[in-house]
T-cell receptor, first 109, second 117 residues
Framework: RKEVEQDPGPFNVPEGATVAFNCTYSNSASQSFFWYRQDCRKEPKLLMSVYSSGNEDGRFTAQLNRASQYISLLIRDSKLSDSATYLCAVNIRDDKIIFGKGTRLHILP | EPEVTQTPSHQVTQMGQEVILRCVPI?????FYWYRQILGQKVEFLVSFYNNEISEKSEIFDDQFSVERPDGSNFTLKIRSTKLEDSAMYFCASSALVAGGQRGTQYFGPGTRLTVL
């Protein structure tokens, strides 16, 4: 089983819609969880950390389910500028982040 | 806002040649990392570095790779004898020491695209 697994997409979503991505991780010792955004040929940029209680940042909501080893990201009122690849990432120890392959999102005008 | 910088943005080299990729981490950060991303694939961890030592490395980081912090600002990745399969985007990242002795968020540089011919 892959360490971090995501649906590669692409998700083609009309502007203004709500879209949700899921991610599963295999190592139950994972300590920290993140969503990064990566634009084409650019570096990953931290979108948000994911906490057990769930957290929200504007139009973005992240949830963590440790029992199911599952992380989600919800984007409300999607905008054209949200088009990107969304990377799920986990820290098993402090040293390294394990990334998923990413989910591609295209917001359609 | 402080950021991680990397040079060069693109490096083309012949197979078998040595390359050095350079990074300037965020100035008050203490933890440094290299990752790579082969085109179309996921971002993969290579190595982490703290207090002038490697603290963790992946299976990819074999004897052909080395890292160094030659002065107070630069953090370098050297590939001794490049192979075709080393062609990838190489990202440097850094993080701070935060409360509780934990490592903070990793911030990534813009990357160096390495092309091995």
């Amino acid at each position: 089983r892959k360490e971090v697994e995501q649906d590669p997409g692409p998700f083609n979503v009309p502007e203004g819609a709500t879209v949700a991505f899921n991610c599963t991780y295999s190592n139950s010792a994972s300590q920290s969880f993140f969503w990064y955004r990566q634009d084409c040929r650019k570096e990953p940029k931290l979108l948000m950390s994911v906490y057990s209680s769930g957290n929200e940042d504007g139009r973005f909501t992240a949830q963590l389910n440790r029992a199911s080893q599952y992380i989600s990201l919800l984007i409300r009122d999607s905008k054209l500028s949200d088009s990107a690849t969304y990377l799920c990432a986990v820290n098993i120890r402090d040293d390294k982040i394990i990334f998923g392959k990413g989910t591609r999102l295209h917001i359609l005008p | 806002e402080p950021e991680v910088t990397q040079t060069p943005s693109h490096q083309v080299t012949q197979m078998g040649q040595e390359v050095i990729l350079r990074c300037v981490p965020i100035s008050n950060h203490l933890y440094f990392y290299w990752y790579r991303q082969i085109l179309g694939q996921k971002v993969e961890f290579l190595v982490s570095f703290y207090n002038n030592e490697i603290s963790e490395k992946s299976e990819i980081f074999d004897d052909q790779f080395s890292v160094e912090r030659p002065d107070g600002s630069n953090f370098t990745l050297k590939i001794r004898s490049t192979k075709l399969e080393d062609s990838a985007m190489y990202f440097c990242a850094s993080s701070a020491l935060v409360a509780g002795g934990q490592r903070g968020t990793q911030y990534f540089g813009p990357g160096t695209r390495l092309t091995v011919l």
